[in-house]
């Protein structure tokens, strides 16, 4: 068994002591750091759930409007004249498009 002197075991016990300060110290420092990220992480939960909720309303107020201008367009472009039935039709893909979308409009994703 080796014997220490008493300048050596005061050495030894002040280095595990030093140790231990500096384990703890970086402990503490990622539990702090851990946690301000988990605050932060909150913070954009809430963030991004008002968000949400106004798209949500946002999609709501407008599908109604969004169906009803396909409607309109629809209506306006037939009464002009400029959608007929026909191959001399001057806007096919507008009438595709408005024939297909009347009945989904509500549907759409946005």
Not at 17 to 28: E, F, I, V, W
Request: charged share 35%; with cysteine.
């Amino acid at each position: 068994m080796d014997c220490f002197s008493g300048e050596e075991a005061f050495d030894k016990v002040l280095e595990a002591l030093l140790d231990s300060h500096h384990n703890a110290r970086q402990a503490t420092e990622r539990q702090s750091d851990a946690e301000m990220r988990a605050q932060q992480a909150e913070r954009e939960t809430v963030s991004l759930q008002g968000r949400v909720y106004r798209l949500e309303q946002e999609a709501k107020n407008a599908m109604p409007k969004f169906a009803e201008l396909f409607r309109a367009a629809g209506e306006c472009l037939g009464a002009a004249g400029l959608i007929k039935d026909g191959a001399d039709d001057p806007f096919p893909r507008l009438k595709l498009a408005l024939d297909a979308a009347r009945d989904y409009c509500d549907d759409i994703p946005f």
